[in-house]
């Protein structure tokens, strides 16, 4: 199975300022067909969890151009530019590209400062 | 509007079984692969189980596999989860997901359950 590993597991992070927080897989997601199914995804409490970039760098309908996702093979960055009030939550990478299983990373939880 | 609708949760006990429902609308459901991904409370994301858009593959995680059955029915444009010999470890929110993996923007509401003697 693809183990992903988020870092840091807590981040706190004062308004307005940026926010980074990293997913490193056990192996390269690089797929055969030459796409990376490496996801983000925000879940605030009591709510299903949100799909906010896919393969790598994409951003989904409605996402705030805020959030950006970069990286290749086994290591990728979600980055929030500007930290706003509404971006508290817990941010999971997932990976796609090698199932059975899907799996994700443990989660990041983004706090106040 | 696409929507994923839950039903089924609730709390039973060791060994029971329970059927979870998900009744997809918006978009054209014999098209797309669908998933369960579970999060047991305090705890992350667990993906559960998939079946593809003919519904002749599924997939299981090792910790469900022999005890969870996920099937679909085309006609009631609905997901299922049947979920048997039931343990305290299986309890959680759990949620359907367009694609078989997960990957998407599209997820249910959740359904609670709770495996408790």
């Known amino acids: 199975d693809v183990v992903l590993t988020q870092s840091p597991l807590s981040l706190p992070v004062s308004l307005g300022q940026p926010a980074s927080i990293s997913c490193r897989s056990s192996r390269s997601l690089l797929y055969t067909d030459g796409n990376t199914y490496l996801n983000w995804f925000q879940q605030r409490p009591g709510q299903p969890p949100r799909r906010l970039i896919y393969?790598?760098?994409k951003r989904d309908s409605g996402v705030p151009d805020r959030f950006s996702g970069s990286g290749s093979g086994t290591d990728f960055t979600l980055e929030i530019s500007r930290v706003e009030a509404d971006d508290i939550a817990v941010y999971y990478c997932m990976q796609g590209s090698y199932w059975p299983p899907a799996t994700f990373g443990q989660g990041t939880k983004l706090e106040i400062k | 509007e696409i929507q994923l609708l839950q039903s089924g949760g609730g709390i039973i006990q060791p060994g029971g079984s329970l059927r979870l429902s998900c009744v997809v609308s918006?978009?054209?459901?014999?098209?797309?692969?669908m998933s369960w991904v579970r999060q047991a409370p305090g705890k992350g994301l667990e993906w559960v189980s998939g079946?593809?858009?003919?519904?002749?593959?599924?997939y299981y995680a090792d910790s469900v596999k022999g005890r969870f059955y996920i099937s679909r029915d085309d006609s009631e444009s609905t997901l299922y989860l049947q979920m048997n010999s039931l343990r305290v470890e299986d309890t959680a929110v759990y949620y359907c997901?367009?694609?078989?993996?997960?990957?998407?923007?599209?997820w249910g509401q959740g359904t609670r359950v709770i495996v408790s003697s």
């Open positions: 997901a367009r694609g078989g993996t997960g990957a998407s923007s599209y």
């Open positions: 393969e790598v760098s």
């Open positions: 079946i593809n858009d003919d519904g002749d593959k599924t």
């Open positions: 918006g978009l054209t459901f014999n098209r797309y692969g």
